[in-house]
């Protein structure tokens, strides 16, 4: 199709709960949309960028400055066919991954919707149903912790994952273990430690956990390979993979035995598709990593999560976990064995809720060719 416009929408929707990390507390997600329009086609993206440039270097509004300035030009005019032709158009523009994905993204929504095909079948994903875990902020105490992940086990989730810093950590892990023995627990640290705390990392070692998450530098593949000589537990990277040659590297490096892929941390479809091929090839398990993204994002998500190598379960999880009400409808479920059922419908298989968007809307700019 020839791109004839480009939207860019920030909606704003309020968490059902607070989400903690070590980066800070999220109440409510500033979220960056994006069309692109021709020819009677329309296909949806989501920036995964946050409010604030702790997670990585991009916030909502770097993403809309790169987007409206750079991407959305390069495309305007173009006549593009392929979800996979966008990167190479986005070349020019170093980083902002998370921009570039949320436009390429929206292009292989208008790629599946112009074939009449699943997205999940045009990226090449053969999983039709999925698991799915959660993730579980910092709480204001352990007891409301535990409270919460007795109402994720009871709903099915297949993995608790749950956040750590110095402080809150061993003696979290061990109360959690001690009343379920035989959960499937991991934990993600976001860079909170360094190798100065190689002893205490150690210590996760007695509570079994299918891995710990990113526990230094986001940037440090050799620190992570020196810490993973000295853990049993598996280390899993997260921010320090931001495309296929930053996995091939950490897996060459013995840095990590699990990699978490974000679509936009590695900066779209075709970068994910790659990254999932070198991983598969290394038999480096992957799974998928959640943003606090709206239904848009979530769909994509379950789109990754089907292909071959995403052999744990994701943090995919239901709509209701975070929002009073989606964005698309159906809105995201999850079975009471935790999991997700891929639909057949054309695109993400999911309907666009315009009008909840409009009213959720606090700014768009159309950029026309």
């Known amino acids: ?58 916030s909502v509004d770097t993403a809309w400055y790169v987007i409206r ?30 921009a570039k994905a949320a436009v390429e993204n929206a292009v292989w929504d208008a790629e599946a919707r112009a074939a009449q095909v699943p997205l999940w079948r045009l990226l090449g994903g053969t999983q039709r149903e999925i698991a799915c875990g959660v993730s579980i902020g910092i709480q204001d105490s352990v007891e409301m912790l535990l409270e919460k992940i007795e109402t994720e086990v009871a709903a099915g989730y297949q993995r608790i994952k749950v956040k750590v810093k110095p402080g809150w950590d061993a003696g979290v892990l061990r109360r959690i273990r001690e009343r379920w023995p035989q959960l499937t627990l991991s934990c993600d640290a976001n860079s909170a430690y360094t190798l100065n705390d190689v002893a205490h990392l150690k210590k996760f070692d007695e509570f079994g956990l299918l891995m710990i998450e990113q526990p230094l530098w986001h940037d440090d593949i050799a620190g992570h390979a020196r810490l993973q000589r000295e853990l049993k ?68 998500n379950i789109a990754m999560s089907t292909l071959a190598n995403f052999r744990l379960p994701g943090d995919v999880s239901a709509s209701k976990r975070y929002w009073k009400e989606d964005i698309i409808e ?40």
């Open 1 to 58: 199709m020839k791109i004839e416009r480009v939207t860019l929408r920030e909606i704003r929707m309020p968490l059902v709960h607070f989400f903690e990390t070590s980066f800070g507390r999220t109440t409510e997600r500033r979220i960056l949309l994006v069309t692109v329009e021709g020819e009677g086609l329309e296909g949806w993206g989501e920036c995964t960028a946050g409010e604030h440039p702790f997670y990585n270097e991009e």
């Open 233 to 300: 537990t598996a280390i899993c990277l997260d921010e320090s993979i931001l495309h296929a040659r930053g996995a091939a590297a950490a897996v060459e490096a013995g840095a990590c035995r699990i990699i978490n892929i974000k679509l936009g941390r590695v900066g779209g479809f075709s970068e994910a598709l790659e990254t999932e091929r070198v991983c598969r090839e290394a038999d480096v398990p992957n799974w998928c990593g959640g943003m606090l993204e709206s239904g848009i994002g979530r769909a994509h």
């Open 69 to 98: 300035g750079y991407c959305a030009p390069a495309l305007l005019g173009k006549a593009i066919t392929r979800g996979r032709d966008v990167p190479p158009m986005l070349a020019r523009v170093r980083g902002h991954r998370m």
């Open 330 to 369: 159906p809105e995201v479920t999850v079975s009471p064995r935790g999991t997700i059922i891929v639909s057949d419908e054309q695109g993400t298989g999911y309907v666009i809720k315009k009008n909840l968007i409009e009213r959720l809307t606090v700014r768009k700019e159309e950029i026309v060719g």
